[in-house]
């Protein structure tokens, strides 16, 4: 991640970003789940 903003974390350092990124993940079918898919959103 880069850029000067840093976002607001909870404790774990989880970002509203990545909560959301993880809420669309686990809507996803699990046949289409993949460590790849979940890797390649986060760049």
Same mark, same amino acid.
């Given at each position: 991640m880069?850029?000067? *903003? *840093?976002?607001a974390t %909870? +404790?774990?350092g989880i970002t %509203? $970003? %990545?909560r959301a990124r993880? $809420? $669309?993940y686990l809507r996803t079918p699990a046949?289409?789940?993949s460590v %790849? +898919?979940?890797r390649r *959103?986060?760049?």
């Open positions: 880069s850029g000067s *903003q *840093q976002p %909870d +404790d774990h %509203d $970003a %990545d993880i $809420a $669309a046949h289409r789940r %790849d +898919d979940l *959103q986060s760049e």
